[in-house]
């Protein structure tokens, strides 16, 4: 599935239908898309955090809007090693962790990374998808799938349910393309829901259905501590390095 963020940055980050910005006051004339739509983070709502997951791959971080810095983790699993990569960026500087787990035969012939923040140097990216960039306060690219929805619902208290066509719009990049041919039809019909806390998006749930050797799974979104999420700020002392040429072959490999 490819709603994560893709080279860690989500494709493009939908605005309210209305106009209004994420968290603003409704109208008696919102539809309950436009409502859904009106509370999705837009950047104004101060430090946040955000999570996504669609049981293949794990996205967590935090964004501070009034610092222009933002902190994302991902984790994964490849060829029997879990891999868990933390990118912090304050203003135009950028750092770095790493963590490998898992088969000691293959951790045995990859590189050792320090338990630090590391340094990167810009000229030393030669690779787009390298280093996650904040594209957009909406990290679990809620607003395009709502954009596509051909039926929301107000369910009260906050909750919302819905019918998403994942054939349209940016909601046709959510799927590979062989998963999106083997659903054939069942992708314009694709049921979420979504619930809104005070103004405000707190979470997001897709059920995609099994199709050809794909099972059905999840893609779960959730947003929270508006406001109380701490400040992000430059490591500094014992708590980062410069990064070692080991970990530019290793994000770029």
Not at 132 to 151: F, I, K, M, R, Y
Not at 192 to 213: C, E, H, I, R, S
């Amino acid at each position: 599935m490819a709603v994560p963020l893709s080279g860690c940055g989500p494709a493009s980050t939908a605005q309210p239908a209305s106009g209004a910005p994420g968290g603003a006051a409704e109208s008696p004339e919102q539809s309950p898309k436009e409502k859904l739509l009106a509370a999705v983070p837009d950047g104004s709502e101060g430090t946040f955090q955000f999570s996504s997951n669609d049981g293949t791959t794990a996205i967590s971080g935090s964004i501070d809007p009034e610092s222009k810095a933002y902190q994302i983790g991902t984790s994964g699993e490849e060829s029997g090693i879990t891999i868990k990569m933390s990118f912090l960026t304050v203003g135009d500087q950028t750092w770095a962790k790493v963590k490998l787990s898992g088969d000691r035969a293959v951790l045995a012939a990859l590189p050792k990374f320090p338990n630090r923040w590391m340094h990167l140097d810009p000229a030393k990216m030669t690779g787009d998808d390298a280093v996650p960039q904040l594209d957009g306060a909406d990290q679990g690219n809620v607003g395009p799938l709502v954009e596509n929805a051909t039926s929301v619902e107000d369910k009260g208290d906050g909750k919302y349910a819905g019918i998403i066509d994942l054939t349209a719009g940016e909601a046709a990049k959510v799927l590979e393309a062989d998963q999106m041919k083997a659903l054939g039809a069942a992708a314009t019909q694709v049921p979420f829901t979504a619930q809104v806390t005070g103004d405000k998006l707190t979470a997001f749930t897709m059920q995609v259905p099994a199709a050809g050797k794909q099972k059905a799974f999840q893609y779960v979104a959730t947003y929270g501590g508006f406001g109380t999420t701490p400040k992000l700020t430059a490591p500094t002392g014992s708590a980062a390095q410069e990064a070692p040429a080991d970990l530019y072959e290793f994000l770029q490999g």
